[in-house]
């Protein structure tokens, strides 16, 4: 027993020699997995054993063949040593064809001079560039070519890693013409803006031209001149303006003109204004202006609206008129107009008594022939005694003496007996009477048959071709109208405008008319004095309808 222990120093010796052993097979293990050998040998019962690492080698290869890039080792004469199949789809040969030849016959000529400066870096250092490949049927491809030396056993090879750019030279190629058509577009809004500033800066100098331009020229006409913005604010004043008020700016801008009109001429003033401004329609009124001395005159206030070119409004521009002289002329002309028509009035009613009574004459036999001329000159008469009769009314409108007595009317009563005077005065012409319901109104009958009477004779003076005229009333709103409908001439946009001021004629070369063409001007201010609206629809050729509507009352 004592012979089978191991002394001290055999122990530690053994030791030693497991311990070598140990870090030779973990040295061998380190190497075989950081890839320094590529075998290694084992001597067991059956003598030495070479073992490969073929697991690993086996793996390494699929994975160059199935990478998307192509591999190629070369020699150093540039032949193929060996490739993978990407890189023989690349060239479009077979692979079996591609191992063996010169790498050159796969350069495009005008790559050969990069190509080659690849290669002779690459031989002392990794390095990379651009090349172009060709195959057999001209296709070129762009490719990154990446070159490095490989220590073989059969000496030092240099190994080429090929990226296939077509797609990335594509997207690069799409991003430069996007990139140039970017330009381009930028190019063309920077022009554009350059345009649109000149443009501007001309449009904004021709506009202070154009403003000094306008300043000088309203600041010498005579009429007071204003600009306002569409919802009515007042924004310009000419010179003129303030001489005749004697404010500043700051208290009629805006609104505040109100303070120097009339007070009985405001309310109206206003309404036509803001009827104006909604409408768009050219803004017309007379009314009265409060000057610096505390003195009012009369003016005629026009305005009409600047329109752009998608026809909103931008601005109005407005002139009132001093007409204080021609409303006292006109004042002084209807004075002697009824003070003329009181006179005329006693020996034309004297001369109809004569006439009347050379008619009536019994002791001698009048000639037929003097009868004849006797109911000429009746004829004329009377209608020199209308023409008097009108125009001691019109001096009655503006002396505001036009005053009448007012009762219950049945319409249709009226419309009757109108009639039986219109059929008397004109045989010739059909009158159709289509007013059979019962109509109460508050009124004076002689004025409104006055106005029936004037609507009639108008319809008889511009119809010589159909002799039909039809009066009738009908319920519109709670308001009865009356209308005379006739089938003559008709009337245009620009004559209906006008048709009811007073002295206004319808002017027709092919018509010839006697009368003041006060007519509808006194029938106008009997309808209004009635409370009522007067109109009329026609069209030129097509005859008119002059109507006016009255509140009903209660039966």
């Not at 405008?497 to 070369?509: N, T």
């Amino acid at each position: 027993m004592e012979q089978d222990k191991l002394t001290y120093e055999q122990l530690l010796a053994e030791n030693n020699k497991l311990r070598y052993q140990l870090e030779e097979a973990t040295d061998v293990i380190s190497a075989i997995r950081n890839g320094q050998v590529d075998a290694f040998i084992v001597k067991d019962d059956e003598g030495h054993q070479l073992y490969t690492l073929k697991t690993a080698d086996q793996t390494y290869r699929v994975f160059i063949e199935k990478m998307n890039e192509g591999a190629v080792t070369l020699n150093g004469d540039g032949t193929i040593l060996y490739s993978n199949s990407s890189f023989a789809a690349m060239v479009n040969e077979p692979l079996e064809k591609v191992i063996g030849l010169d790498f050159n016959a796969f350069v495009a000529e005008v790559s050969v001079e990069k190509y080659k400066q690849i290669i002779r870096d690459g031989w002392n250092a990794d390095c990379k560039g651009e090349v172009l490949l060709s195959n057999r049927d001209g296709k070129l491809t762009p490719c990154l070519l990446s070159s490095t030396t490989l220590d073989l056993d059969e000496g030092t090879a240099l190994s080429l890693i090929l990226t296939d750019l077509t797609a990335q030279k594509e997207t690069e190629w799409e991003l430069k013409i996007k990139n140039d058509q970017l330009e381009e577009a930028q190019n063309i809004a920077e022009r554009l803006n350059n345009d649109l500033e000149d443009t501007v800066r001309e449009r904004t100098n021709d506009l202070l031209i154009s403003r000094e331009h306008f300043k000088l020229l309203a600041n010498n006409i005579t009429q007071m001149t204003w600009t306002n913005l569409p919802g009515g604010e007042v924004d310009f004043y000419n010179q003129r303006w303030f001489d005749y008020t004697g404010r500043r700016y700051g208290e009629t801008a805006g609104w505040g003109w109100q303070q120097i009109v009339h007070p009985d001429d405001l309310q109206k003033t206003m309404s036509a204004y803001l009827e104006s401004l909604q409408s768009g329609s050219v803004y017309e009124l007379e009314n009265r202006y409060l000057r610096w001395d505390n003195t009012y005159r009369w003016h005629l206030n026009r305005a009409v609206p600047l329109r752009d070119d998608n026809g909103e409004i931008l601005f109005w521009v407005g002139t009132a008129t001093d007409i204080e002289e021609q409303k006292k002329q006109l004042d002084l002309k209807d004075e002697f107009i009824g003070v003329a028509s009181h006179e005329l009035k006693t020996p034309l009613t004297s001369l109809k008594g004569y006439l009347q009574l050379i008619l009536a004459y019994k002791k001698e036999e009048v000639p037929s022939i003097v009868k004849q001329y006797i109911e000429k000159a009746g004829t004329a008469l009377n209608k020199l005694q209308r023409l008097v009769n009108d125009l001691l009314d019109v001096s009655k409108i503006h002396a505001g003496g036009l005053e009448y007595a007012r009762a219950k009317i049945n319409l249709r009563d009226l419309v009757a007996s109108t009639l039986e005077n219109a059929i008397h005065l004109y045989p010739e012409f059909n009158f159709i009477n289509k007013s059979e319901t019962d109509f109460f109104i508050d009124g004076n009958a002689g004025r409104l048959e006055q106005v029936l009477i004037n609507f009639i004779n108008n319809s008889v003076k511009y119809s010589t071709e159909n002799k039909n005229i039809i009066i009738e009333t009908c319920n519109i709103n709670g308001k009865v109208r009356v209308s005379v409908t006739d089938f003559g001439i008709g009337l245009s946009a620009a004559q209906i405008e006008h048709i009811f001021e007073r002295f206004y004629r319808v002017e027709d070369k092919k018509f010839m008319t006697s009368g003041l063409g006060m007519g509808l001007y006194i029938s106008a201010e009997i309808i209004n004095n009635h409370n009522g609206d007067i109109g009329v629809e026609s069209e030129l050729g097509a005859g008119a309808t002059f109507y006016f509507e009255l509140p009903l009352l209660e039966k």
